[in-house]
């Protein structure tokens, strides 16, 4: 099992309740250079122990929001990969379908595995629905576009005998020859994100790595379930082996649990500010079906950011909702390290097991003190058992 | 001939098309808005005549063939319906955007359009880069867009409650499909406005006074690059004059349509 430190390099001095939005139509004028400078070295730092203390990597990127400073993730990853020592680097991910030059991707993490060693683990996303407006990219065609980005980048970094000539339906290119080629052969693992069932059986057909954030036992367990479908169909072979599966939370420990679950309800804030988005950009069209938007329409509170139904069935809104309900929902462990063990172990049995957990370990203002104390106490007293216990779980057996 | 709404298949894509009144052929291209309600004026423009209503793929129900994503698709398919129905001298109104597929079905050909009316079309850039010469309409909240486009808002009904599914439905098509076709550059083609000079029909520019989407300037600048056309206002109308005063803009229609009964060439 594999378990991965993940920060949105927050810019949290901007998170007043008061702004109608953090995102979009924030200017910039909130971001003090210089404070942005010290974040970014004392996260970069944060990823470095991470490296050190035995964790794996994940970076993702945003745009126009002072929840996180990541815009471009392949900057930062570029750093990390000649920082870093050991740790597998994820970017979660590249948002593909918005991006103008796929082949661009393609050279970017190239480079980032030859300087890495062999360390990038590539991540392609749809993106949230926010980040459609900073790109400018038209959300009505975005996943076939998506999928014709994928494909396109897939076959630059597998291509080794010179140039070829890409005509489709949205990206073209007389010469593909990108340099360096991958350092990985034959390419560095592919890493889709999804929420939803039909991208989860598109995703096992390619047999790539799915990840689901957030999501609890039930939403996962569906995800996994509609992979192994696609899975089957794609003809990998009749079982899921684990490590095609991640799922992200929130996590921190410390040596009190009410210390530690203080600190995950800092982090939790992450979720608090996801709906602080200005209307209409949490709905650009076409990233939702007319039926999806019609529901949206008619739903009690339009303005709700996710619904999650614990395993008892109460609705939980992610947006108002509180440490307790997160932690009764799957989607946060936090305590004393046993207390933790025992959280993901539970989560773990609930959805069949998976190869890769994502932790969201520092969030919203928690500070460097707090976050790499709760790091050294997760890698000293939870990973390793976390590790042994999982290491006989290869296959994905659905409940 | 009846009034009729029914289904057509023009080379392979499937639309609606709505068809009202007698007489001559009038072709009408509603704005398309999600924030519009043009059903009315449908009825009360029939009494010039015959009118064709088309729904275009993606704001009609079903699914849309993935290369329909352009204006152009759009006005290549009113002017192969209007072969298909063997429509002739057509007096085509269009609005909005709807007004922006009539003008470039009209720089492609006038063959068989005896006038062109455009109801607050968007279409052309007019301003610098800076300037943004359309509404934000996927950037503003809902209750500054219906701000902009009308003089008295609450003609549009807004409260979800009273909207039956599939009225809802048709917006959120409507929402869809506008992005579909005029995403980027913004419901507008940069080379429209020079291409404008090949329209030959006879051509009317109405435009709401109040208008807060497009204002009346860009809509003098719209009947400038047109030879020969008529510039004129609708006093107490924003976006939609043929919603918010019908029978100005009908009586302005009636007038046009009277003097300009047969094609161009």
Not at chain 1, 269 to 280: H, K, M, S
Not at chain 2, 16 to 36: C, H, K, N, P, Q
Not at chain 2, 122 to 140: H, Q, W
Request: aromatic share 8%.
């Amino acid at each position: 099992m594999r378990i991965y430190h993940f920060s949105e390099e927050p810019y949290p001095d901007a998170w007043g309740k008061e702004r109608p939005s953090l995102r979009i139509t924030l200017p910039n004028s909130v971001v003090d250079p210089e404070k942005a400078r010290g974040l970014y070295h004392r996260y970069i730092d944060e990823w470095m122990l991470a490296d050190e203390l035995g964790f794996d990597i994940m970076l993702n990127e945003h745009h126009s929001t002072a929840t996180c400073l990541t815009s471009s993730a392949n900057v930062v990853l570029s750093i990390l990969a000649r920082v870093t020592k050991r740790a597998r680097l994820l970017v979660l991910g590249v948002p593909v379908g918005n991006r103008t030059d796929p082949v661009r991707v393609a050279e970017e993490m190239s480079i980032i595995d030859c300087i890495s060693g062999g360390r990038l683990e590539f991540g392609m996303i749809k993106g949230v629905p926010y980040d459609i407006e900073p790109a400018n990219s038209n959300a009505v065609s975005l996943m076939p576009r998506f999928w014709e980005a994928h494909d396109l980048i897939l076959k630059a970094m597998t291509t080794h005998d010179g140039p070829f000539s890409f005509e489709g339906d949205y990206f073209h290119y007389r010469n593909v020859n990108i340099w360096p080629r991958p350092y990985q052969q034959p390419r560095p693992p592919v890493w889709v994100s999804t929420s939803t069932p039909s991208n989860a059986v598109e995703i096992g057909q390619r047999g790539h790595v799915m990840a689901s954030f957030m999501g609890g036992v039930a939403e996962t367990v569906k995800l996994h379930k509609a992979y192994a479908q696609g899975y089957r169909a794609g003809g990998h072979g009749a079982q899921v082996p684990v490590d095609r599966f991640a799922y992200l939370a929130m996590c921190a420990v410390a040596a009190t649990e009410e210390e530690g679950r203080r600190r995950c309800d800092v982090i939790a804030d992450y979720l608090r500010t996801n709906a602080q988005v200005a209307e209409p950009f949490n709905k650009p069209p076409g990233y939702f079906s007319a039926e999806v938007a019609v529901r949206q329409a008619r739903a009690p509170n339009p303005r709700a950011f996710r619904t999650l139904m614990t395993p008892k069935g109460r609705p939980v809104e992610l947006s108002t909702a509180n440490l307790d309900d997160f932690i009764e929902c799957g989607i946060a462990f936090a305590g004393t390290p046993d207390q933790v063990f025992n959280q993901i172990c539970e989560f773990l049995d609930g959805v069949g097991g998976l190869g890769n957990l994502l932790l969201m370990g520092q969030g919203g203002s928690l500070n460097a003190a707090d976050t790499t104390d709760s790091m050294r106490l997760f890698a000293r007293d939870v990973m390793p058992r976390l590790k042994e216990r999982q290491a006989k779980t290869r296959l994905f057996e659905a409940a | 001939m009846s009034d009729d709404t029914g289904q057509i298949d023009i080379h392979g894509a499937t639309c609606v098309v709505e068809t009202r009144g007698a007489g001559r052929d009038i072709l009408y291209l509603s704005s398309g808005m999600w924030f519009a309600d043009e059903s009315a004026f449908i009825g009360k423009l029939a009494e010039l005549g015959r009118v064709t209503a088309p729904v275009a793929p993606g704001f009609c129900p079903g699914a849309v063939d993935a290369r329909m994503n352009n204006v152009d698709d759009i006005a290549y398919l009113w002017l192969d319906l209007i072969d298909e129905l063997k429509l002739k001298d057509v007096l085509l109104v269009g609005a909005s955007f709807g007004g922006w597929v009539a003008a470039e079905m009209a720089v492609k050909s006038c063959k068989s359009i005896a006038g062109v009316a455009l109801i607050d079309p968007v279409g052309i850039k007019v301003g610098d880069r800076y300037a943004r010469d359309i509404a934000d309409l996927y950037g503003l909240p809902e209750r500054e867009i219906l701000r902009r486009a009308y003089v008295d808002p609450s003609v549009f009904a807004s409260d979800v409650k009273s909207i039956s599914d599939a009225e809802l439905a048709r917006r959120a098509r409507a929402r869809e499909s506008i992005a579909r076709y005029g995403w980027s550059p913004f419901l507008h083609d940069p080379k429209l406005a020079g291409r404008l000079r090949r329209v030959t029909a006879p051509t009317l520019v109405l435009w709401g006074a109040k208008d807060g989407v497009a204002s009346p300037d860009y809509g003098r600048a719209y009947a400038a690059r047109v030879k020969g056309s008529t510039f004129a206002e609708i006093a107490g109308a924003g976006h939609f004059p043929q919603v918010e005063k019908p029978a100005e803009t009908l009586a302005a229609l009636a007038s046009f349509s009277g003097a300009h009964r047969a094609a161009a060439y």
